[in-house]
C-alpha cells in the first residue's frame, strides 16, 4: 500500500524560530507531493506542490527522493501558521494522505 | 458561487441503521473523493470516482457504499455494517483524476465536511 507518514503528530514552537514538519512517502516511482492545511474553523486547502517550486506564506518543501522525504519548513513561525498541516502524496491511482501534523506556535 | 458543498453538517443515526451523506460540486471536476477524518489517524479514503459510472474502493471501504450518476454528485452511505461510524467525513473533488498525463493538476478542493454521529 501507499503510505505517507508523518512521525509527529503535535509540533509546537514559539513564534519567530524555525519549523520543519516531516513527511515521507513510500511510493518509489516519481509521486506528486503535496502540502495541505487546515486552519482552525476553515475547510482544508492545498498549500503547496512540489511540481510548481514554489514558496507559500514563507513555507517551502523539497523533495528528496533518496530519503523519500517531503519535509516542509519556514525559517521564522508565526502565530497565524497554527493550524493542522497534510502531506500527501499521488502515486498515480489515488490521493493518499499522512496522518497529520498541529503546529502550535506560541507568543 | 462555485464549490464543493456537502450536507447535511451534522448528521445522527441510530444503530443499525443506513445513512446517506451528501456531496455536490459545480466546479466541473471529473474526478470527487470521501475521506474519513479520525482524531490522531488523519484523513483515511474510503472511496474515489475518476468519472461518471465508476468509483474505486480506497483503504477503507467496508461499510460504505457510493454511486456516481451525475458529474456533480457522489454521495456516500455508511450502511449498518460499518462497525464505527461516529467519524467527521470529509468530501473532495479535483480537476482531473489522479492518473499519469495529468500530472500537476489534481489540486484537491475540500468541503465544510459531515459529523456523523451514532446514538
Known amino acids: 500500500a501507499q503510505r505517507v507518514t508523518q512521525p509527529e503528530k503535535l509540533l509546537s514552537v514559539f513564534k519567530g524560530a524555525p519549523v520543519e514538519l516531516k513527511c515521507n512517502y513510500s511510493y518509489s516511482g516519481s509521486p506528486e507531493l503535496f502540502w495541505y492545511v487546515q486552519y482552525s474553523r476553515q475547510r482544508l486547502q492545498l498549500l503547496l506542490r512540489h511540481i510548481s517550486r514554489e514558496s507559500i506564506k514563507g513555507f517551502t518543501a523539497d523533495l528528496n527522493k533518496g530519503e523519500t522525504s517531503f519535509h516542509l519548513k519556514k525559517p521564522f513561525a508565526q502565530e497565524e501558521d497554527s493550524a493542522m498541516y497534510y502531506c500527501?502524496?499521488?502515486?498515480?491511482?489515488?490521493?493518499?494522505f499522512g496522518g497529520g501534523t498541529r503546529l502550535m506556535v506560541k507568543p | 458561487d462555485g464549490g464543493i458543498t456537502q450536507s447535511p453538517k451534522y448528521l445522527f443515526r441510530k444503530e443499525g441503521q443506513n445513512v446517506t451523506l451528501s456531496c455536490e460540486q459545480n466546479?466541473?471536476?471529473?474526478?470527487m473523493y470521501w475521506y474519513r477524518q479520525d482524531p490522531g489517524q488523519g484523513l483515511r479514503l474510503i472511496y474515489y470516482?475518476?468519472?461518471?459510472?465508476?468509483?474505486q474502493k480506497g483503504d477503507i471501504a467496508e461499510g460504505y457504499s457510493v454511486s456516481r450518476e451525475k458529474k456533480e454528485s457522489f454521495p456516500l452511505t455508511v450502511t449498518s455494517a460499518q462497525k464505527n461510524p461516529t467519524a467527521f467525513y470529509l468530501c473532495a473533488s479535483s480537476i482531473y483524476g489522479p492518473t499519469p498525463g495529468h500530472r500537476g493538476d489534481t489540486e484537491a478542493f475540500f468541503g465544510q465536511g459531515t459529523r456523523l454521529t451514532v446514538v
Open positions: 466546479l466541473n471536476h471529473d474526478a
Open positions: 470516482s475518476q468519472i461518471v459510472n465508476d468509483f
Open positions: 500527501a502524496q499521488d502515486a498515480g491511482n489515488m490521493l493518499t
